[in-house]
């Protein structure tokens, strides 16, 4: 009878506070946005944690200056790279309408916090000077590496709207492109800009360390302006409704009678 009682008094508080923390009074989307920060730090914070331990253990020793690429070294850090958490992603989420504009003015900045604590802990932990910084190298000036960085950010922006953000009967595999579309451009660019694609990735390294070289400024811009080209190429499509232009792309296989249907 009293547990009853209970249960229904229970209940009753429940539906009162539906909608927010019992506890805390907390309205559903603050409570979101403070659960979409921490679990971006947390995961920024993890990914790149890892990524620059691998890094680090890559380039210890490090090549003398000048010589020629140590291919074992750019497939590893491509390889512990391929999974870092992204201002950019954010940043053209914002623009595409994917992310409301306030969680991603929240997420960006605590991408770039996470990603120092991440070069903090690693130097804290591993021996030697921290090796993971973002540099120029590969005879690379400061233009081609500001083109490096926007072309390499283009295409990955672009495959993740195209995979993740469109919806279509393989989503399920975006993981796969996405991956793979990071392990290219790492591949492509470690050699010559470091391979950043991402502000928290060069930030924290570069503030541990206390080495900000004058260039620094082109990790910071050339992955935002990337950002907005594969938007804005992501917007001209849909607005052109590339989908139409084969609409049987999401059939199984079989005929059927009936319009094939299409988005939009």
Known sequence: ??????????????????????????ANTTRNNIVAVLGEFVGTFLFLFFS???????????????SNPNLPSIIFTALAFG?????????ALMICGGLPPIRGLLIVPTQIIAGLCAAGVASALFPGPLAVATSLGGGANIAQGFFIEVFLTT???????????????????APVGIGLSFFLAELTGVYFTGGSLNPARSFGPAAVVGDFPNYHWIYWLAPAFGSMVACGFYVVRRQLRYYECNPAQESNGHESGSEPSVKG
């Open 83 to 91: 999974v870092s958490l992204t201002a950019n992603v954010t940043l």
């Open 52 to 66: 620059f331990a691998g890094t680090q253990m890559a380039n210890t020793p490090l090549a003398a200056p000048g």
């Open 155 to 173: 295409q990955l922006v672009f495959v993740i709207l195209m995979l993740a953000v469109e919806k279509h009967r393989f989503t399920f595999l």
């Open 1 to 26: 009878m009293v547990r009853a009682k209970i249960e229904r008094k229970f209940s009753e508080f429940s539906e009162l506070n539906h909608g927010s923390l019992p506890m805390l009074r907390m």
